[in-house]
T-cell receptor, first 114, second 113 residues
């Protein structure tokens, strides 16, 4: 058990809808990372937060947004969903604001857009 | 952005044999990490090797890093059925990973009993 909790485990929704994915990082970790995993694109870095502030942005679409709350949990909001947004979305956490420590991944949210 | 590329894409071996996976990347790094992913699950960190290290061991895992060739290898010795998984390398960048860790597409390893 990595200590990172993601909810829900599965989401099935229709095109054009909006969903929110939730992540609770490992106790004591200040950084939260969001990744999208699909068969064709592999693991794509979306965004990172550190202690409530956005620190790095990757291949995140404008339709997607995220935030990290004072209790350090994070939410990823996906709107105007398209079929191509179907993927596994992972949250990972680490103690520091740098990629020189291991990331601890949750088990992901599987999003299916129909 | 830089990206690690694992080779081979898939590997099938008999239990007890050694498995070697390779990773190549494009730009300079501070460190390289290897992760394992069981089907449909989250990634699990295996080992981190820094750019000034050439080799690192952890149990049955041996990782090498050649920064001149921008490549790394992961060796799993005496493989077990439970080692069946996908293995990913991940790299940071000169800025300390300001763009997050970049993952390759992985090597899918199958250990046949």
């Amino acid at each position: 058990d990595s200590g990172v909790t993601q909810t829900p485990k599965h989401l099935i929704t229709a095109t054009g809808q909006r969903v929110t994915l939730r992540c609770s990082p490992r106790s004591g970790d200040l950084s939260v990372y969001w990744y999208q995993q699909s068969l064709d694109q592999g693991l794509q870095f979306l965004i990172q937060y550190y202690n409530g502030e956005e620190r790095a942005k990757g291949n995140i679409l404008e339709r997607f947004s995220a935030q990290q709350f004072p209790d350090l949990h994070s939410e990823l909001n996906l709107s105007s969903l398209e079929l191509g947004d179907s993927a596994l979305y992972f949250c990972a956490s680490s103690p520091r604001d740098a990629a020189n420590s291991p990331l601890h991944f949750g088990n992901g949210t599987r999003l299916t857009v129909t | 952005s830089q990206q690690g590329e694992e080779d081979p894409q898939a590997l099938s071996i008999q239990e007890g044999e050694n498995a070697t996976m390779n990773c190549s990347y494009k730009t300079s790094i501070n460190n390289l990490q290897w992760y394992r992913q069981n089907s449909g699950r989250g990634l699990v960190h295996l080992i981190l090797i820094r750019s000034n290290e050439r080799e690192k061991h952890s149990g049955r895992l041996r990782v090498t890093l050649d920064t001149s060739k921008k490549s790394s290898s992961l060796l799993i010795t005496a493989s077990r059925a439970a080692d069946t998984a996908s293995y990913f390398c991940a790299t940071d960048g000169p800025g300390g990973g300001a763009d997050g860790l970049t993952f390759g597409k992985g090597t899918h390893l199958i250990i046949q009993p």
